[in-house]
């Protein structure tokens, strides 16, 4: 099955610095791969996603590259704020089955 | 429009109990997934539903552990003699279909605490 390994596990930035959370995958067949944020004790929430058929994608502070070859993915957040502050998820999936990596807790001290 | 919701949010059972958790999933969404997430890590895949089918059960523990959707809308997942290893929580998530690509959307989840 998919294995889905993310680095690093903390992680802990300056305000207004950028911070770069990388995940490899396994499968090749995967297709989809969604970065989640978790706040304690709350739900995981979609900050940004890709599809295996494009190699980056920005969404305000918010970037994502894929190396498909390589089967690595990054997340990419610049002038980061203390809000931003909380565990980060990657994930694998292919149409059906999501593997998650066991996540990145970022801390951005103001 | 409404979101998905799970109740209980919280549950403490005696080891041995049987348990069900409940998933209302954003309506019209075919899709709906089972997940389980122990404390510090990273969800884990249980099982997924296609409307009424359960198409992949592959995550699922234990044959302690049971989900249906009976009319593809709501979902049970049904934990038998629950032991103390089934503590964590269990979320649930659903998606439109699309040809590729499934964005999931999260419920609130449901915290189970098996003493």
């Known amino acids: 099955g998919e294995n889905v390994e993310q680095h690093p596990s903390t992680l802990s930035v300056q305000e207004g610095d950028s911070a770069v959370i990388k995940c490899t995958y396994s499968d090749s067949a995967s297709n989809y791969f969604p970065w989640y944020k978790q706040e304690l004790g709350k739900r995981p929430q979609l900050i940004i996603d890709?599809?295996?058929?494009?190699g980056e994608k920005k969404d305000q502070r918010i970037a994502v590259t894929l190396n498909k070859t390589a089967k690595h993915f990054s997340l990419h957040i610049t002038e980061t704020q203390p809000e931003d502050s909380a565990v980060y998820f990657c994930?694998?999936?292919?149409?059906?089955?999501?593997?998650f990596g066991d996540g990145t807790t970022l801390t951005v001290k103001p | 429009g409404a979101g998905v919701s799970q109740s209980p949010r919280y549950k403490v059972a005696k080891r041995g109990q049987d348990v069900a958790l409940r998933c209302d999933p954003i309506?019209?969404?075919?899709?709906l997934f089972w997940y389980q997430q122990a404390l510090g890590q990273g969800p884990e895949f249980l099982t997924y539903?296609?409307?009424?089918?359960?198409?992949?059960k592959s995550g699922l523990p234990s044959d302690r552990f049971f989900a249906e959707r009976p009319e593809g809308s709501v979902s049970t997942l049904k934990i038998q003699r629950t032991q103390q290893e089934d503590s964590a929580v269990y979320l649930c998530?659903?998606?439109?279909?699309?040809?590729?690509?499934?964005?999931?959307?999260f419920g609130p989840g449901t915290r189970l605490t098996v003493l």
């Open positions: 890709i599809r295996s058929n494009v």
């Open positions: 309506s019209g969404h075919v899709s």
């Open positions: 994930a694998a999936s292919i149409t059906g089955k999501s593997t």
């Open positions: 998530a659903s998606s439109p279909q699309r040809e590729w690509g499934d964005t999931q959307y």
């Open positions: 539903f296609q409307n009424e089918a359960q198409l992949d």
